[in-house]
């Protein structure tokens, strides 16, 4: 699917003059959908520290990453209550 350029450029920080194509793929499959319900909840996550229309010019980067480290060392229900952390270190000695 293609959307014009023009209807995402404040998202994207892009001027409508830029031509530019946007594709986004797993259009309704079972993927989009989960991957859009894990989005949509991380982001509720990080609504409960920072709510919406919180200016990040003035949130330090340490916030930032302390809030980063909270969200992955906390365990998940998708992921069999293991954290973000413990999946990808599973991964990797895997490798």
């Known amino acids: 699917m293609m959307i014009p350029s023009y209807s995402l450029a404040p998202v994207f920080g892009i001027s409508i003059s ?38 990040f010019n003035y949130v330090t980067h340490r916030r930032v990453a302390a809030l980063e480290h909270l969200l992955n060392t906390r365990g998940r229900k998708s992921l069999g209550y293991r954290s973000p952390n413990e999946v990808f270190l599973t991964h990797l000695q895997a490798a």
């Open 18 to 55: 830029e031509q530019r194509k946007i594709y986004f793929n797993h259009r309704n499959t079972l993927i989009s959908l989960l991957s859009n319900t894990l989005n949509e909840h991380t982001h509720g996550l990080i609504r409960r520290f920072y709510p919406k229309g919180t200016d």
